[in-house]
Structures are given as structure tokens and as C-alpha cells.
């Protein structure tokens, strides 16, 4: 209601194309969002990368037939394209932590068509390490899971999953290196709270999948019975 009352007078912008919006919750007007390209099936029953085909293809993909693999499948929602890639760097860097309902609502969207986490008990997020949540003030993967637990009516446990080493930014790093880089770089607080659990675990961008298979590793071993994994956005057009 005081949002509504608020949005009379000051309406929110969009901010794409600084559009009134009326919704007093959002940042990018129904127009915009729709130039969000969303990911199309086929998509590999592992790793959710997109692939050439007809959208029934059931089949994994050629890195997911070579790698070990800790999560039972992964997915993301919409192409990390030129708008969507300024939208996270608005989101993680210049803090505006509201973009989180924009972004939850498209990656629900996408979970109700794909019938993405159903079973889930638990939402969990990619952690930071505390040196840079200190640089960083924010950390977007919390944001974001926090908002679709509350969405989708889901416990998230924030402190479950833990950084505990502080390694080199991945994006620096080739593939190889980022596998090492993360090893053993994770803890839980407790592997009673993930034991038999159906878990959900969020991040806003899946690159070569290392992080989130790291995690997965970890619930894996302590007893989770199954890792999906969901993620705003992939760099994989087919
Ligand atoms: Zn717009
Ligand atoms: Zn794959």
C-alpha cells in the first residue's frame, strides 16, 4: 500500500528504457523484460547447456560425458546477452539489490515451465568468503536466493554453506585452474541440516558450472539426496 502511495508520486523508471513502470517493486517495464531472451530446450539433462536440436532431445552433452559431476542437473533461465549482462553488473556492482524481484520472477517463470526444483526442501546459495562480502558489501547469489525462497514458499538456509578459503576470483582463471582453484574451498556448518535433503542452490551466473559443482561435491558427500541447481543466466546460445 505506502509502495503503491509512493509510486503515485514518485514513479519507478525503467531501467532500460526509463519507462514509467507501475508496479512499485520493479526496475524493468513488461517490454524490456520481454527483450530478455529466455533459454530454449533442448538442453543437456546434466549441465542445462543449450543444444542444437529438436526441443525433445534427451541427451547430455559432450563436456558433461567427460566430467565428473556432483549435481543431478542444472539449469538457467535466460541468455546472458548484452541487457542482462548490464542488468547483474547493476545488480552485484552498482547495488541495486531490487533488481532481485525482476530477476526471481523471471527465473520462476522458467522453473514453472520446466517443473525446476518441485521437490525442494531446502534453498542454498553459492557463499562468499567474508574478505570480499567485506569488499563487495552485498552478496547477489544471497540476494537472489533469498527472494526466491520467499517467492516460492521454500526454507532458504543462509549460513549453511560456507567459504572458508579464499581463492582468486574465478573469471580470471581457464577451466582447469578454476576446478583446482575451488577444491575443498567450502564447508558446512552443520551436514546434519543438508542429510537427505532435496536441495535447490542458486547463483546468478552458471560459466564452466566449477563453483556449483564444488557445492555440490560437498552436500553430495554429506548426505544430500538431490543438488539441483538453478541460475538467473548462461552464456550458451545455441
Ligand atoms: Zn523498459
Ligand atoms: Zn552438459
Not at 10 to 25: G, H, M, T, W
Not at 32 to 54: A, D, M, N, W
Not at 142 to 159: E, V
Amino acid at each position: 500500500m505506502l509502495g503503491a502511495i509512493i509510486n503515485l508520486f514518485y514513479p519507478a523508471l525503467c531501467r532500460v528504457c526509463s519507462k514509467k513502470i507501475n508496479e512499485f517493486d520493479r526496475n524493468i517495464c513488461d517490454d524490456c523484460v520481454k527483450k530478455i531472451k529466455e533459454r530454449l530446450p533442448p538442453f543437456c539433462v546434466k549441465c542445462g547447456r543449450q543444444l542444437k536440436g529438436s526441443p525433445e532431445l534427451i541427451t547430455t552433452c559432450p563436456d558433461c560425458k567427460k566430467d565428473e559431476l556432483y549435481f543431478d542437473r542444472a539449469w538457467s533461465a535466460c541468455c546472458y546477452d548484452e541487457l542482462l549482462k548490464d542488468l547483474i553488473h547493476d545488480f552485484k556492482y552498482k547495488k541495486i539489490t531490487s533488481l532481485s524481484t525482476d530477476f526471481t520472477a523471471l527465473i520462476i517463470g522458467f522453473m514453472k515451465k520446466y517443473n525446476v526444483g518441485k521437490d525442494a526442501q531446502m534453498i542454498l546459495s553459492i557463499p562468499m568468503h567474508p574478505n570480499r562480502l567485506f569488499k563487495r558489501e552485498i552478496n547477489h547469489a544471497d540476494i537472489l536466493a533469498r527472494a526466491l525462497g520467499r517467492k516460492l514458499g521454500i526454507s532458504y538456509s543462509r549460513n549453511t554453506l560456507k567459504k572458508t578459503k579464499d581463492t582468486p576470483l574465478q573469471s580470471k582463471l581457464k577451466r582447469e585452474a578454476r576446478i583446482k582453484n575451488l577444491y575443498s574451498s567450502f564447508s558446512l556448518k552443520d551436514t546434519s541440516i543438508v542429510r537427505n535433503k532435496n536441495i535447490l542452490l542458486v547463483d546468478d551466473l552458471f560459466t564452466t558450472g566449477s563453483t556449483v559443482n564444488e557445492c555440490s561435491r560437498l552436500l553430495k558427500n554429506s548426505g544430500a539426496k538431490y543438488v539441483e541447481v538453478i541460475t538467473l543466466a548462461r552464456g550458451d546460445s545455441a
